[in-house]
Structures are given as C-alpha cells and as structure tokens.
T-cell receptor
Framework: DTAVSQTPKYLVTQMGNDKSIKCEQN?????MYWYKQDSKKFLKIMFS???????INETVPNRFSPKSPDKAHLNLHINSLELGDSAVYFC??????????????????FGPGTRLTVL | AQSVTQPDIHITVSEGASLELRCNYS??????LFWYVQSPGQGLQLLLK??????LVQGIKGFEAEFKRSQSSFNLRKPSVHWSDAAEYFC????????????FGKGTRLSVIA
C-alpha cells in the first residue's frame, strides 16, 4: 500500500487557470507538508498542517491555499496559475507531536510528486 | 535559522568504487540531520538520520554517515557503489524542539558509470 499518495502525477494547464493537487497519507501521521521543488531541484517547504491546523506558511503567495479536511488529507489549491508556478510539488507527512508540526526533528515520508507545467 | 551546504552539485563514480557526499550545516545547537535520496521521477526516501548518540549512523542500502561537530559536517559514505545508486541526494537539517522547518541542501546528483 502506498504510504503517501498524490494525484495527479502530471498536470499541464494554461496560465490563469485554477487547479488542485490532492494528497493522502495512510500512516496515521499527525503532520502533513507541501514542498515545492524548482527546476534546479531546490526543495523548499510551503506549508505544514498539524492535526488540521496550519502551522507553517512560508511566504507563499496567497494564490496558494492548502486545505486539510482531516488529518489524513492535505490538498493544495492554486488560483490564477503563473508560469513561475511550474515545478514539482511534493506532499509529505510525519508523526510529529501535538505541539510540533514544523517538522524540524521528524522523519518525513514523501509522496511521488506532482509535476505542474503552466503554459 | 539553520542552513545546509552541499558543495558538490554533481559527482560521477565508477561502479564498485567508494563514495563520499559532503554536507555542511550551520546551526547553533545540536542539529537533527537527515540524508534523503530521490531517484528519477520519484519522491524522497530517507536513507538515515542523526539525532544524538553514536556519531556514525548506519542507514539503508549500505549507506552510512558520520556527524562531526567540530567540522559541522554530516558526510554520507558508501564503500561500494552500485549502478542503482544513481540519484539525487539531499542533506537536511532540523532544529531541536521542532521550532523551525526542515531545511534541505540543494542536492548532489550522483552518476554511476560502468
């Protein structure tokens, strides 16, 4: 069984469109994350949620809105897509503690990634 | 805030040769250190981690890493590389008590030649 899954794996869309990426983990973890990996492979955290509560929001444009309907899911919605949004987006999860959610000390388990291409 | 430097962008080694990937970190207290591997088109997989205790850490796939506080380093090693080890390797550092997010280095791409 896949521990952290993301859909879709590939997403090609036009500028200005709105799109969503879904993430689910079946590990029973408390904390979930979204990372962006740019064309140079640099991996940077965007958001983290701990038990459905937003913990980290790392200077991401407000066109990006994460939503966590329950602690096993963390979806990423992107409005008004721009060329610079093209990247690979990774979802991850970690066990964390009730007051953590920042992930600095936890082993994180990553999904396979979603390659977003904005034309 | 902590930071990570992986000085080598790309390394090529022959199959069967030994490997060492460098990682230097910057953090005022004891860091939490991780090595992840990303195979082409895949997500990241944890190879090993250091939190405390023995400074030589064993991981999966025959990898090990040594924490050297005096050099602020956490280099990854493997005595004999296999062609399947070709991938991108990321070092990451975290802060104690989970106060800040995990910070990743820019990665080192490993190519393996016959």
């Amino acid at each position: 069984d896949t521990a952290v899954s993301q859909t879709p794996k590939y997403l090609v869309t036009q500028m200005g469109n709105d799109k969503s990426i879904k993430c689910e983990q079946n590990l029973g973890h408390d904390t979930m994350y979204w990372y962006k990996q740019d064309s140079k492979k640099f991996l940077k955290i965007m958001f983290s949620y701990n038990n459905k509560e937003l913990i980290i929001n790392e200077t991401v444009p407000n066109r990006f809105s994460p939503k966590s309907p329950d602690k096993a899911h963390l979806n990423l919605h992107i409005n008004s897509l721009e060329l610079g949004d093209s990247a690979v987006y990774f979802c991850a999860s970690s066990q964390g503690s009730g007051t953590s959610g920042r992930g600095g000390t936890d082993t994180q388990y990553f999904g396979p990634g979603t390659r977003l291409t904005v034309l | 805030a902590q930071s990570v430097t992986q000085p080598d962008i790309h390394i090529t080694v022959s199959e069967g040769a030994s490997l060492e990937l460098r990682c230097n970190y910057s953090y005022g207290a004891t860091p939490y250190l991780f090595w992840y591997v990303q195979s082409p088109g895949q997500g990241l997989q944890l190879l090993l981690k250091y939190f405390s205790g023995d400074t030589l850490v064993q991981g999966i796939k025959g990898f090990e890493a040594e924490f050297k506080r005096s050099q602020s380093s956490f280099n990854l090693r493997k005595p004999s590389v296999h062609w399947s080890d070709a991938a991108e390797y990321f070092c990451a550092v975290g802060a104690g008590a989970g106060n800040t997010p995990l910070v990743f280095g820019k990665g080192t791409r490993l190519s393996v030649i016959a």
